[in-house]
Every structure is written in C-alpha cells, then in structure tokens.
C-alpha cells in the first residue's frame, strides 16, 4: 500500500498505514506530556491515572494495564538516552484496538531568562463556552487551543488565555493559571473547564504545607490585571511567571515573591517525585 507523507510516496504495510487512518484524523485519542528527570517521570502514578481518566471521558478503551505502560514508557525513555527529556504518551482510535505510542525528546528549557522576566500573556476570548467534561480531559482534539497559541505567538506573546463566553478565566492553552492577590492565591475552579493539571495540583498542595490560602473560584479579567503576581504551571515548564497581560504590566517586580516561593518549593518537589515510581 502506498501513502503519500511530506514530499515522499512510501510503501506502507496495512498495519501501519491504519496508524494514520485512524483516530488520528478524528483527533479522537487522549494523550500526557512528561517531564523525565534524570532518567526517572516526575508525577508519572498522576498522569497515568489522568490519561486512563481522559479516556474513560472519550470512551475510548486502552487496553493496558498501568504496569505494562510504566514499562514501555522506561524502556522508550532508556532506548533514547536522554536522562533529561520530554515524554509524550498517546493512544488514539485504531481499527480494532487503541494505538499506543511513546516519543522522547531531549528536554529542551526555556533559558533562564524567560523565568526571570516572565511571559506576556494575551487572551484568547470563546465565542462560546466548551463542555469542560471534554476540556478536562487530555485529548488530542486541541485545534482551538493551538489555534489561540500560534496567534498569540505570531504576534510576540508567550502563551494565551482562554476566557469563556462569560468571561471567565479558564485556562492557559497548555498552562493552568494562579493570580496572587496579597497572601491569597486563587486560580479557576476544575467546574470552569481547566485542565485538572499535574502541577496545579502540586501547587496546591505546596500551598496547603505552607498554610497558605488557595481559592478555587469564578476570575475575571479585572482579577487579572488586580493581581500583584500571575504564575502559570505546566508539567515541562514548571512554574513560570507571567510579566503582562494583554501588554499590560502585572504587579510591581517579576518573580513575584508568591512565585519564586512557589518555584523554588516546586524545583525541590519535583526531585523527590519523580523517584517515587
Ligand atoms: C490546556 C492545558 N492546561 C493545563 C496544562 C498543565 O497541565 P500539567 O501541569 O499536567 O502539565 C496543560 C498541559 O499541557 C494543558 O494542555
């Protein structure tokens, strides 16, 4: 069977021609993204709990148990040789049963730099809201999130913010979202749609040791642009905080004192977790 890729027509067997035409095209499939640190997942018992959660949402049947996905995730990881890399984990409708596929990629910071001097942020306003059964999950149908991203990219910005058709603050379009307002933080609530993200997760659990104060409620825009420090937290990036939003400055020094807390904590936790399994 022949297929046509990238300028080249390849004979393809059936079985890997049915890797493209499957749920590939559908963007029917879940997937996480991970951070391997010294050769070891950080978090990796919580995006595999997320992953089988996100396909029970697409009823989508992967047909593996954790252990058998652990190992090929450790065995894909030592046959690339980069103790330090980004881990990608998918499965997405096949003709008879799920693909399954792993890729590594040598893990690749932003520089130091970029931490010190923050994102720019712009948002990204939905004409209508999403069903956020389906944007908790992890699915590989992310056009709209992409889309926002390569606008707010091409015109200088860092990452993008979703707000819903009310206004409400969701979501990074890979990031969850933390406003610090004095000693509070407060980040959307799961009901508005956000990602049930790995390291939000993290964050706030850090919080709780630290006895502060996180409030998982409705924010606006005028929460926004009132917060005295922004941070965003993703699994690859970690903690990163945000300069301004829509051009505008956030609070009065980049990292705020509430985000290089939250990082430095985060940097120290992501060691031990990531030895745990
Ligand atoms: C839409 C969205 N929100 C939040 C996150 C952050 O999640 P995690 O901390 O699990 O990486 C991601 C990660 O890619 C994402 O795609």
Redesign the pocket.
Known sequence: MKIYLNNKFLEVSKTEAEIFNSGLFRGYGVFE?MRALDGKIVYLNL?LA?FFKSARVLRLEIPYTIKYLESIIRKTLRLNKFPDAYVKLAAFAGAQKANLTVLVKKYQPYPPEKYKRGFKVKAYLLKANLDPKF?QA?TLSRAL?ETAYQQAKAQGFDEALLLNNNGYLI??????IFLVKGNKIYTPALKYG??A????KAVLGLAKNQGIAVIENSLKEKDILASDEIFL????IGIMPVAAYNRKKIGRRVPGKMTQLFSEDYNKLKEKRCQER
């Open positions: 993204s995006h997320r944007t992890k999130f979501e990074g379009t890979r990031t969850n956000c990602l993200g790995v390291t939000r937290t993703n699994s690859l």
